[in-house]
């Protein structure tokens, strides 16, 4: 037998926002007891019967929060109002969520979207990322063949799964596996989900390195890993797309697994940058640390490894643990695995009635670790009526017109368009007067802090004149905010290019506002003062 294989050639970067919603303290105490259903009312009448017909409060949450969720997800990705989002499922029996975009959206996009959800006791994820192409979700590829050469899937397809289980569940986890012969009768339980091999594993764990040697303490360290194996098999089958009756279950098996343990404050000491800290809360510390996520698992089917396939875990607080299967994309080592908190009123709220107003930010810099370190602070940013934002870091020098094209063509691969552009560049270039400066570095500085901006406009303008304007949606094409400083309407630096490059920057905003107005592009200047960024605390 051979196992699936994706090419290399067709596995693309992957850009993945991860949600997560807790609705344990909405949750009443009774199991028949009555609860409010934020936002319930802005989905389409058949999600809503869907959600009410669960009995249990936390499982009516849970339901709405899975929907709002995909729709929240959607509305982002695809930039569509929410009442335009539709959630379609594949056939029976699999019952796959999936996003089939509009064939309005479609002439004007490349690319789709994938996603998956999950949830248990009261906490409900969410990880989706854009894709290259439209998915084709009916296709369910088998996970294997009985041909003599591997198989592919289709090219350009992406999958993703995601399963959260949690250790201390009232009523579904057991309350008493203290030794190892109750350990075992809970384990032998699960035979048509687990082989021989996996179940081995799981009794045989060693307890946890520096953690207490006793019985007990070995038995829940065991009890965890089993639950680790649990998540990674669900992530993988909700990836495929198939059920928990497969007929090839017990034939998946993982090697390498790690169990991550609860984070600890010290787990974060090392993760500081000089710039996230200060946007971190109380809330980012229960995750495992990006660093520490434990991503090197195996996927092994009928003994030959699963090809292609990236298999991760993740600890939240001390009872849970989300498993994430991914297919056809590449998650580098090390790479952001945060997940973002999303609030009712806050995040989605917003989103659901019309009045949302974030952007998904391109950040761009000669040096690619500084525009990522601003993408984790956009990522990490959790003020104002939208919650935080996303962004993307992308490496180009804004002198070289070449890189400007690419950034914009970047910007329009990824997102399908182009709505502000802030032009924020500027050296403090050569020191001296017009006696005593260096022409050569003068040249160069002009080129950096007026030539780029000029470029930049020059790619990003017919960009934003294919977006539509509409009475109800949009009064202008784009907007673009040319950052000068109040050098530039004053002087008084000791320098001459300095003041004179941000008074050129200035008189260009006028002259290209006059140009651009009339094609619904807005073009306004910023003269800032001092502030207080790295470039002024590094000199």
């Given at each position: ?532 960024t790295p470039m002024m605390y590094g000199g």
């Amino acid at each position: 037998m051979q196992v699936l294989k994706v090419p290399k050639s067709w596995r693309v970067p992957l850009f993945r926002p991860a949600y997560y919603v807790d609705v344990r303290d909405l949750t009443p105490p009774g199991r028949k007891d009555h609860v409010d259903l934020p936002l319930w009312s802005t989905l389409p009448h058949e999600l809503q019967e869907s959600i009410q017909k669960y009995v249990r409060p936390v499982d009516r949450l849970m339901s709405l929060s899975s929907a709002l969720l995909k729709y929240y997800f959607i509305h982002k990705q695809a930039r569509l109002p929410w009442s335009q989002v539709r959630i379609s499922r594949t056939a029976r029996p699999h019952g796959r969520p999936y996003w089939s975009p509009p064939d309005s959206w479609c002439l004007s996009h490349d690319g789709g979207l994938e996603f998956n959800v999950t949830h248990q006791n009261g906490l409900i994820g969410l990880v989706g990322c854009t894709t290259p192409t439209v998915q084709d979700p009916q296709n369910v590829e088998p996970i294997i063949t009985t041909t003599s050469q591997p198989t592919t899937i289709q090219p350009r397809q992406v999958r993703l799964g995601v399963d959260v289980a949690c250790m201390r569940e009232t009523g579904r986890s057991p309350a008493d596996v203290t030794t190892q012969a109750k350990l075992d009768e809970w384990i032998d339980i699960f035979g048509e989900m687990f082989s021989d091999n996996c179940r081995n594993d799981i009794r045989r764990a060693p307890a946890v390195a520096g953690a207490t040697t006793s019985v007990a303490a070995t038995m829940q360290a065991r009890l965890r890993r089993f639950y680790a194996f649990w998540a990674l098999k669900e992530a993988y089958i909700k990836m495929v797309g198939e059920g928990l009756l497969a007929d090839w279950l017990t034939k998946l098996e993982f090697e390498n697994v790690q169990v991550p343990q609860p984070a600890k404050a010290e787990d974060w000491a090392d993760t500081d940058d000089g710039f996230s800290w200060a946007l971190r809360t109380g809330e980012d510390v229960k995750w495992t640390p990006g660093k520490q996520a434990v991503r090197d698992i195996r996927a092994v089917l009928d003994g030959k490894q699963a090809e292609g396939v990236q298999l991760g875990l993740v600890a939240y607080e001390d009872d849970f643990l989300f498993a994430t299967a991914m297919r056809g994309v590449v998650e580098k080592a090390g790479g952001d695995t945060s997940w973002r908190k999303l609030d009712f009123d806050h995040d989605i709220r917003p989103c659901a009635e019309g009045r949302s107003d974030d952007c998904t930010v391109v950040c761009v810099d000669r040096d690619l670790n500084l525009a990522q370190n601003t993408v984790t602070m956009i990522s990490q940013q959790a003020t104002g009526p939208t919650g935080s934002g996303s962004a993307i870091a992308v490496q180009a020098d804004v002198s070289v017109e070449t890189d400007c094209k690419r950034v914009v063509n970047t910007t329009l691969d990824q997102f399908g368009r182009v709505d502000i552009l802030c032009n924020n560049v500027g050296v403090g270039g050569p020191p001296g007067t017009a006696v005593d400066v260096d022409m050569a570095q003068w040249a160069r500085g002009m080129e950096t802090n007026v030539a780029s901006m000029v470029m930049m406009a020059k790619y990003t303008i017919p960009a934003m004149l294919c977006n539509e304007i509409s009475s109800t949606t949009a009064t202008y094409r784009g907007c673009i905010v040319n950052i000068s400083s109040v050098a530039g309407i004053r002087g008084g630096t000791p320098s001459l290019l300095y003041p004179t490059s941000k008074g050129a920057v200035v008189n260009m905003t006028r002259a290209m506002a006059a140009h651009h107005a009339k094609d619904g592009i807005r073009v306004n200047c910023v003269c800032p003062g001092m502030v207080y960024t790295p470039m002024m605390y590094g000199g």
